[in-house]
């Protein structure tokens, strides 16, 4: 019981959002062929969840952005909002590899108890504003700047690379193994890089589709090395979900303690 | 006695072709005959790739010739050759074919038209029928070996294959 609740504490200290869902873009297809003035519908749904890819939370599907292959930001054709999910439709009318994301948002985020009673107040805002809101005999008020981004490639035809250069803000994925060419039981390499540059201890969860019908996650756990990369070999072809996130002290200690980046990858693994 | 003498002559024949024959690789597929399920022709690959698995030839591909959009599900091949270049594509795919028996020969020659140079290859075979299954069989090819026989065991899409590497030794 201690330790269970010891357990608890520890997992709230991590970070605010330690305890928030997995949030994922999930797309019909990953790999399509067609002939030169053909346009590809790709339809995809966004959630939130505990179990991989199960459609459990609303999330907005209005703020994703579509980058084409020759590297143009889009927007999806249309989009739908749910209860439990949302869709958004691309055509794909371009060869080339394509990047979805959701709008990457840092967000402030603050907590602090108040004698007397349990638990922690939660604030949507940085430290200074939280604590001009805050009663007076609040105490132990500690903030943090949340970075998320949620993001999957989908490829029409020959694989390309312009989407896959990172932008040099906070935490970013780069794939040095294209996603196109994950495969099950072969090698393959990504890369984490933080403000541009390669980040070593990030931590990365890899859980295959379908963790709702197993006893147990089988999730994969890899730490970055030196050079931000992290190797696996997937021993089953499927779709996955990949978490990543690094803690950071903030440069402004006024307005949050610590940045917390996180990335959500959605990828397949193909077929030998 | 005239059975002997044919016997003999076909020998000599079989002989001489050995000897005088440019080398050449011989795919004997067989497709079987499903009769569970919905039943589509099969989209068939035949290609080699080197030892670092780059590919170097597609010597076959058989599929339906309405548009591209099930070209992804020979999914190795298409990984391999087909997403780099679809007028290639356009080049060498004829139509699929019904159950049955067909002999594939290669030149061992490359996309290109060149021949390979002796080192090892692996020939790999992906059939793959829509409301079906997906099999992948490959035989290592070396050729620098000299000339060899081998049969591949049946799979469910895929018939018992032989392929035969002839005129290499002389």
Known sequence: MKLRLLALVSA????????????????????????????????????????VFMFDKPVTASDVRVYLPDGKPSSPSSSYTGGRKSVFDVQLLQDGTYKFEKEVTPRYFSVYKIKGKEGMVRSRLDKKATAAVMPKDAY????????????????????????????????????????????????????????????????????????????????????????????????????????????????????????????????????? | MRQLIRTSAIGALFVSSAVFAAPKMTVDLTLPEITEGQYHRPYVAVWVEDAKGQTVKTISLWVWDEGHKWLKDIRRWWRKAGREDMSFVDGIASATKPAGHYKIDWDL??????????????????????????????????????????????????????????????
């Open chain 1, 12 to 51: 709230l200290c991590i970070s605010p959002l330690a305890s928030s869902h997995d949030r994922w873009i999930l797309p019909s297809h990953y790999n399509v062929s067609a002939e030169s003035l053909e346009a590809v519908w790709i339809t995809s749904d966004v959630s939130a969840s505990n179990q």
């Open chain 1, 140 to 272: 132990e008020l500690k903030g943090s700047l949340n970075v998320a981004r949620v993001e999957t490639y989908v490829t029409r035809n020959k694989p390309t690379d312009k989407v896959l250069a990172p932008k040099g803000e906070y935490l970013e994925l780069v794939p040095i193994t294209h996603p196109a060419d994950i495969v099950e039981n072969e090698p393959a390499t990504l890369q984490f890089v933080y403000d541009g540059k390669p980040v070593e201890g990030v931590s990365v969860a890899i859980m295959k589709d379908g963790s709702l019908y197993r006893n147990k996650p089988e999730e994969i756990s890899l730490t970055s090395d030196k050079e931000g990369k992290v190797a696996m070999t997937l021993p089953a072809a499927g779709r996955y979900l990949l978490h990543a996130s690094i803690e950071r002290p903030s440069p402004d200690k006024s307005l949050a303690d610590k940045t917390v980046s996180e990335i959500f990858l959605t990828f397949e693994a193909g077929l030998e």
């Open chain 2, 109 to 170: 020659t490359d996309d290109a038209g060149k021949p390979l140079t002796p080192a090892s290859y692996t020939v790999f075979i992906e059939v793959v029928r829509e409301h079906g299954g997906r099999d992948l069989v490959r035989q290592n090819l070396d050729l620098t070996a000299g000339d060899f026989t081998a049969q591949l065991p049946a799979t469910t899409e895929t018939g018992v294959i032989d392929i035969r590497l002839s005129g290499m030794t002389r």
